[in-house]
């Protein structure tokens, strides 16, 4: 009979924290592989240097040495920019039987933001925490320790630069003998001031994060985000792991990031750089689709309208309406003693039929070019014998094929067709008719036309609506893959300009719905995902807030209900920081006590206020002697930040002047409010003088006024 299976195991009770001089002896051992780790990488800095200049003398063609020279290049260029700091964060002690740790079993492994080995052929001395075996240091737990005996976290002294000596802690969680337990470093590092551009979370991300950032390159993510749940943390780090994971194909169809501002991207832009990552573009969607400098500014109705999903209709109308099928004449091409005739009907038939086939404008224009000219050259072989290519060069270039293709499919530049739209209402009601109405129409014509399109000054949404015809015109060549941040608030014309830069690529879309500030902002992730061509893409929410504390997260979910927007409150994981109301009689002069109050304690300082009263509370600010700078001054300690600009950013302690201010400076700023009370991960303090909108007023006795 066989023996009985053993009765598992009961978990031991947690292990004590290692005694004084345990943990002076593991700090040691620990500080001297960091010198190990220094010195390695030292030398494959040093190698990928070496490696240019052997590559140089290299022998092999001129594009093989090209290629070889620029991989090189690049490799050193990357390794030695690698910005200073800590090389590892973690570590993951297996356990011995292979039952419980597979190929790992008895392995430990320091992880850190890249690889650091001595030699290629062998183990690392720190693995990249983007590497297969560096997942369990995010998901291993009690209930399911995946192998893991110990997993060990480092705490570094902050702002370290890298030196052995600023690792000052570590704690151990021995996961194989079910204990668990709350990380003091963990909370530290996430709690941690704000001050400068935005960290990398490689060392703290959570089991949800890590689950989005390693979704598979072909699917497309939508994070619905609520404030201080790290969306845009994620989608960056996803950013590196798609990098890590598939290099050379996401390299080769190109990553692009778009963010809402130039403040948002300066705050983002180290992040990246951090995890050993260059050369990723990161840009608004303005830079990436600008034909022109924004000169004209259009009214609420004009801009609403040319950002409305039908005029993507308009246009195509506007466009395809320059072909005409019924202006052909019979084409004659003198060819020496012959002359090749083409009836006006099977000209007519020709264009008819490419036109049934949709192509891009131009492509289209091509296609008629090249069968008229078939159709010439069929009747040249009919009557004198094959034509070589030089000949059908020749006709292709012939004035009566190119007077011709002119009048039947006529050459198209965006501005001229857009500058037409907009200047012709004749054109403008044939295009438009049963799409918009006559004051729909009336917003959008020019009051007084440019005298040609060349002259035509180009507003915002202009610059949306030609690229858009650009797009009908000629597709662009795309990125493989494209993260879109604070992407609710993009209209239905700018998706459709992301969309043709991911016609065949993925996407990662980070927004929160309640965050959605402009007129056209998103109310629901499906429709927005279908203008953005990915209606199957998955949506995946965050809500636990770790960043934002309890206090303010309490206080701004009380404007939710009045949003119109369905998602879920921030549960925030933190009960420390402040939220306070604080009625005053001035509020500049209040502003600036707060301030100063906020000075008194460690991170940064932000004062957000409506647009047109920020300049007069920074000047404030100034004559009352605090550094205030506007928000493109990365890493100042205090700053005034437009409410309109604030979002995206962080901030430890924010001080919001005159709420109902904000409120009343646009249609959403309910919203706008919402964004504001959020970017405190501190202390929230709200100075006002007029009475508090009805959805912030907590009403006496909630204990945030004072």
Not at 301 to 321: F, N, P, S
Not at 394 to 416: G, Y
Not at 599 to 613: I, K, Q
Not at 649 to 675: K, T
Request: proline share 9%; aromatic share 4%; with cysteine.
């Amino acid at each position: 009979m066989p023996p009985s299976d053993p009765l598992p195991a009961l978990p031991e009770p947690p292990a004590p924290p290692l005694a004084p001089a345990a943990l002076d002896d593991a700090l040691t051992r620990e500080r001297a592989h960091h010198d190990t780790c220094r010195a390695a990488l030292d030398a494959m800095v040093a190698g990928a240097r070496e490696r240019v200049v052997v590559g140089e003398n290299a022998s092999a063609s001129g594009a093989d040495a090209e290629v070889l020279g620029h991989q090189l290049r690049s490799q050193a260029k990357e390794r030695a920019e690698l910005p200073p700091g800590p090389l590892f964060f973690g570590r993951l002690d297996f356990a011995p039987d292979p039952r419980a740790a597979g190929d790992h079993a008895g392995q430990a492994y320091h992880v850190g933001r890249m690889r650091v080995a001595r030699d290629p052929a062998v183990p690392p001395l720190a693995v990249d925490w983007r590497a297969p075996v560096a997942r369990a240091f995010y998901q291993a737990s009690a209930r399911d320790p995946r192998g893991v005996a110990v997993r060990r976290r480092f705490g570094w002294a902050p702002g370290s630069r890298g030196d052995s000596a600023d690792l000052t802690a570590l704690e151990d969680e021995h996961l194989g003998r079910g204990e668990t337990r709350t990380s003091a470093l963990l909370a530290g590092e996430i709690e941690r001031p704000r001050v400068g551009p935005m960290r990398d979370i490689a060392a703290t991300i959570q089991p949800e994060q890590d689950d989005l950032v390693r979704a598979d390159l072909a699917v497309s993510l939508c994070v619905q985000g609520a404030p201080g749940t790290g969306k845009t943390a994620v989608g960056l780090h996803r950013v590196a792991y798609l990098l890590y994971t598939h290099h050379q194909r996401v390299r080769r169809g190109g990553m692009l990031i778009l963010g809402p501002n130039r403040a948002f991207l300066a705050y983002i832009a180290a992040v990246l750089p951090a995890l050993g990552e260059t050369g990723v573009r990161q840009a608004t969607l303005h830079e990436e689709i600008a034909r022109h400098p924004v000169t004209a500014r259009d009214d609420d109705t004009a801009a609403r309208v040319k950002h409305d999903v039908r005029m993507a209709e308009v246009l195509r109308r506007a466009l395809y309406g320059r072909v005409r099928a019924d202006a052909s004449e019979p084409l004659v091409v003198p060819d020496g003693s012959y002359r090749w005739r083409v009836p006006a009907d099977e000209v007519a038939a020709l264009v008819r039929d490419v036109r049934a086939e949709e192509p891009p404008y131009a492509t289209g224009r091509e296609r008629v070019r090249t069968r008229l000219v078939r159709a010439v050259q069929r009747r040249a072989e009919h009557r004198a014998g094959p034509r070589t290519a030089a000949w059908t060069r020749r006709i292709s270039r012939a004035r009566p094929v190119a007077e011709l293709l002119d009048a039947v499919w006529p050459d198209a530049v965006p501005e001229q067709v857009l500058a037409e739209l907009l200047a012709d209402p004749g054109a403008l009601a044939v295009a438009a008719d049963g799409l918009l109405d006559a004051d729909e129409q009336r917003a959008l014509r020019w009051a007084a036309p440019p005298r040609t399109y060349r002259s035509a000054r180009w507003s915002a949404a202009d610059a949306v609506l030609l690229d858009e015809v650009a797009g009908l015109v000629e597709r662009p060549a795309g990125y493989g893959h494209v993260v879109v941040d604070e992407a609710q608030d993009l209209s239905p014309m700018e998706c459709r300009a992301v969309a043709r830069r991911s016609p065949f690529g993925s996407l990662t879309v980070l927004g929160d719905l309640a965050q959605g500030t402009t007129p056209w902002a998103a109310r629901d992730w499906p429709r927005f995902l279908a203008h953005l061509g990915k209606p199957d893409a998955v949506v995946a929410p965050l809500s636990t807030g770790f960043r934002v504390p309890g206090a303010v997260a309490v206080l701004a979910n009380g404007l939710l209900g009045h949003l119109g927007v369905d998602v879920p409150p921030t549960r925030s994981l933190r009960r420390d920081g402040e939220a306070r109301i604080e009625p005053v009689d001035d509020v500049a002069e209040a502003t600036v006590a707060a301030v100063n109050s906020a000075l008194a304690r460690a991170g940064s300082v932000a004062v957000v206020a409506a647009d047109d009263t920020a300049p007069e509370l920074r000047a404030a600010l100034r004559a009352a002697g605090v550094d205030a700078h506007g928000p493109d001054s990365a890493g100042a300690r205090v700053t005034v930040v437009p409410a309109s600009a604030v979002k995206g950013l962080e901030y430890d302690h924010v001080v919001v002047a005159e709420p109902a201010a904000i409120v009343r400076a646009e249609p959403r700023g309910l919203n706008r409010l919402y964004v504001a009370l959020t970017r405190a991960v501190s202390r929230l303090h709200v100075v006002h003088a007029e009475p508090l909108p009805p959805a912030l007023d907590p009403g006496p006795g909630s204990g945030f006024a004072g």
